[in-house]
């Protein structure tokens, strides 16, 4: 298997954006995802576009006007994970030889949508009687805190860290930091979760070049490989579930970490799926950050601010970027590549990280613990 390597990152801002169609915000982020890589169009081999609710053929879509066509063009749909799934099947192409470079991009417009909490099927039984996922993760909040005497001010200072790192951030969603005050004041949306505690629907696209040819990939800071990435579904269960962790997270990620040949106390910076601000300390615990009951304290003593032992999501994450479902993945990544590339700026974490994670849950359906978990281990090389 051949080594993969990011060659080139691109994205648009993140937010609603009712002028900008599916196809506009696609070819924005591949465009720049090419043009850092320093490649032609016609140096692609082969493409794999992430979208959940944009509707068919959203890869040809984006890609005919770009003049970048009769190539492969594979479409994923894997809720929340689907960007993460795509760079999954694009690093896959390229490990096995099925092409030398390829374009990845998830693209989403939610604000079509009018607001509100995410559609979800309502063939599912628990859905039908009314399920919405701010409901599922005020259940696990609860639980949590339960268990291990976490209090609102917990995740109160996970709110704050969050919009205080996209106020950094140029393509974030939200990018005014706020106090803890005004994250006590604003609206309850579900038992303890307040609305600053919530991710924001939203439009955005995001895309990376990944190739193998390593030189393509050279940076004078770092050159960053696809070390490994992982992808499992929730165990089907009836009845009891523990809502306090997260095993399906726990499990992929022991498989990402096995097959980059690294340990969770190698991990430098991680992107994790913060859809809610209870999921930030639950997925410290899932990743091995900490033990159970841990991530308070990673929360109350900095560690994973711009300045601790292990920033985490220094992009804003969910909370602040935004979560524009298909591209979120994707979006993670490449904050991370340009976090160990140097270039991050006033984000700028404190040390440049070596090893770095990203992970992306997906779906909410009975039964399950969560759809779908994608995890995937970046190195820097020199």
């Known amino acids: 298997m051949r080594n993969v390597y990011v060659a080139g990152i691109g994205q648009t801002t993140f937010g609603k954006t009712p002028d900008r169609s599916i196809e506009q915000m696609g070819q924005t982020a591949v465009r720049a995802a090419l043009a850092d890589a320093g490649i032609a169009k016609s140096d692609i081999q082969a493409a794999y576009c992430a979208n959940v609710l944009g509707g068919m053929l959203t890869g040809q879509r984006v890609l005919r006007d770009l003049g970048m066509t009769g190539m492969p063009i594979k479409n994923i749909e894997n809720a929340c994970s689907s960007g993460s799934v795509a760079v999954q099947d694009g690093a896959a192409a390229i490990a096995s030889g099925q092409a030398d470079t390829v374009i990845v991009f998830g693209v989403e417009k939610l604000s079509v949508l009018g607001g509100g909490t995410l559609p979800l099927e309502d063939t599912d039984i628990e859905v039908a009687q009314g399920q919405v996922m701010p409901a599922v993760y005020a259940m696990r909040a609860r639980r949590y805190m339960h268990e291990y005497g976490a209090t609102e001010d917990d995740l109160v200072k996970v709110a704050v860290k969050a919009r205080g790192n996209g106020a950094l951030n140029p393509i974030a969603q939200f990018r005014k930091a706020v106090t803890a005050d005004e994250v006590r004041a604003s609206r309850m949306v579900a038992d303890p979760l307040r609305l600053f505690m919530c991710c924001p629907t939203g439009d955005g696209a995001a895309a990376v070049v990944l190739t193998a040819d390593k030189a393509l990939a050279q940076r004078s800071d770092a050159t960053v490989r696809v070390a490994s990435t992982a992808l499992q579904s929730g165990l089907y269960k009836t009845g009891f579930r523990i809502m306090s962790s997260a095993e399906l997270t ?17 991990v430098g910076i991680c992107e994790l799926h913060d859809a809610f601000a ?30 601790g032992r292990i920033p985490v999501n220094p992009s804003g994450g969910l909370l602040s970027r935004g979560h524009a479902l298909g591209a979120t993945g994707i979006a993670q990544l490449i904050e991370i590549v340009t976090q160990m590339r140097g270039a991050a700026g006033a984000r700028q974490v404190a040390r440049l990280p070596r090893v770095g994670v990203t992970h992306c849950t997906g779906g909410g359906i009975s039964g399950l613990d969560h759809g779908a978990c994608a995890v995937t281990v970046l190195e820097a090389t020199e």
């Open 250 to 266: 726990e499990r992929t990620a022991r498989i990402a970490y096995e097959q980059a040949g690294v340990s969770a106390q190698d």
């Open 278 to 307: 209870i999921a930030e300390l639950m997925y410290y615990e899932a990743l091995g950050l900490c033990e159970a009951g841990g991530g308070m304290a990673l929360v109350r003593d900095g560690e994973t601010t711009l300045q």
